[in-house]
């Protein structure tokens, strides 16, 4: 079973994750590893993000991107963009 690493870099500390794949996971996106790392990384970005548990700049950082990238990534992953559920949205409106 592959093993690899992910380095997460922040402004004064960097950290490496191991995680085990099947041999096969990578015939799963037809990708090859690097690839599937990175995909992997916007992925759990782009969940985290719908979670509301980081920024969109925050999602970018951490899927290694430039948040100007990131915007599109929701999309794609069939995730709103917006952080606001439509009823806080309409209430901005409405305050505006």
Not at 35 to 54: H, I
């Amino acid at each position: 079973m592959p093993k690899f690493t992910f380095p997460f870099k922040d402004l004064n500390m960097s950290t490496q994750i191991t995680i085990d794949l099947p041999d096969d996971a990578f015939s799963a996106l037809r990708s090859r590893p690097e690839d599937f790392v990175k995909e992997m990384r916007l992925a759990a970005a782009v969940k985290w993000l719908e979670l509301g548990l980081v920024s969109q700049s925050k999602a970018a950082e951490l899927a290694g991107v430039s948040r100007k990238c990131f915007i599109q990534a929701p999309t794609r992953f069939r995730v709103s963009p917006f952080q606001e559920t439509p009823e806080e949205l309409c209430e901005a409106v409405n305050r505006a």
